[in-house]
DNA sequence: AGTGGGTGAGAACGTGCGTTCTCTGCGTAA
DNA sequence: TTACGCAGAGAACGCACGTTCTCACCCACT
């Protein structure tokens, strides 16, 4: 029964990792909360990841690809492709204001750790480049001129920092609506 | 010759703290890294500021005075109210260039200790509703619509939030367009 | 039933750091 | 010149936490 317990543990794990780094920062989170908020003991923990760095790593690993496929597909269930590159804005709202909202894991795992752990600022930086490759292919798809993808971006990461150091979902619809002005002019036909 | 000295060991102290608390993060930052930096003693520092919170309190308080005296500086050296929001970005982008810049030191101290200090995070919350009110002025002495205020905010922040994690400058001069566009396209009248 | 390997609980260890304490020396006043 | 007090250097203390170690327990196999 050990391979499959393997599993359950990391699992465990990464669900206990990722409510506390998130909810109190990295720092504040000790090994031995993880281990109390997952019920797997400290020698499986360590035989599963040797250092604490790696379980941070973990946790925003799969904490990317869960965050992106969300949006991806809210996005993918809205008609037009216009239409698209605002959802995204709906879908941050929905975001913000969902209980424990606390702002961007990202931007708050670099501002904590940015400097000391190379790993984070790594991964900060491969999540916004991925970010914006996402937003690029959203105004590809719709035609417009690709300046328009950072543009949309910088108000998408505007909106997150905000909602979270001000506890508002206003952010959302701002982004939104300053968005919808900027598709709108960057569009060559109506 | 001990109240002339106080002033000058508090100003020591501050820049001792702004430069490093900024440029490694206030946790990595030792008591004693401060004395080394400053030259002052540690019994003279926690003289001065009973613990390292105050301290922290200090140098947020003193960099947010400075950093919008710098930017208001730069934005009112500009003509005409349209152009003055603009100046914004090109102030941000001079600030991106610096050697040194990691990013905006609020966002990355609410990253930081948003949820274990209570005052790092009102800091946070006072320096970025400053900021926001600066651009309602803006805003409203160019004569247009209120809305356009946390638009502008939203760029900005995105901005400062992107070129720290890439460490480009780039976004100064994406989020500069894009609030082009949306001045243009605010004006009721050309 | 008896034995061995592996597992969980948690004690233990080492380190880093915020804060305080000690001691030494120097400048000042009589 | 001598005694006093303040300031600086840095040792010391207490605690938190990442990591490792100990030990007792339980289950599989004979």
């Known amino acids: 029964m050990a391979p499959l317990d393997i599993d359950v543990a990391r699992s465990r794990l990464l669900d206990a990792a990722e409510g506390l780094f998130y909810a109190r920062g990295i720092q504040a989170v000790g090994m031995d909360d993880i281990r109390t908020g997952s019920g797997v003991s400290l020698k499986r923990l360590y035989a599963l990841y040797p250092a604490k760095e790696q379980l941070v790593e973990a946790y925003l690993r799969r904490r990317d690809v869960r965050w992106r496929g969300r949006l991806a597909a809210h996005v993918e269930a809205v008609d037009g492709p216009r239409e ?107």
Request: a negative charge; hydrophobic letters at 50%; proline letters at 5%.
């Open 84 to 190: 698209r590159i605002l959802a995204v804005f709906d879908w941050l709202g929905e975001w913000f204001r969902e209980p424990g909202f606390r702002g961007c894991a990202w931007i708050n795992g670099y501002g904590e750790l940015g400097t000391t752990s190379e790993v984070v600022a790594r991964l900060a930086r491969e999540h916004k480049l991925a970010f914006a490759a996402y937003l690029e292919d959203l105004v590809r798809a719709a035609g417009l001129p690709e300046t328009l993808a950072p543009q949309v971006l910088l108000l998408a990461e505007g909106a997150m920092v905000t909602a979270g150091i001000l506890g508002t979902d206003a952010p959302a619809a701002q982004a939104r609506s300053a968005a919808a002005v900027l598709v709108s002019s960057a569009a060559p036909g109506a």
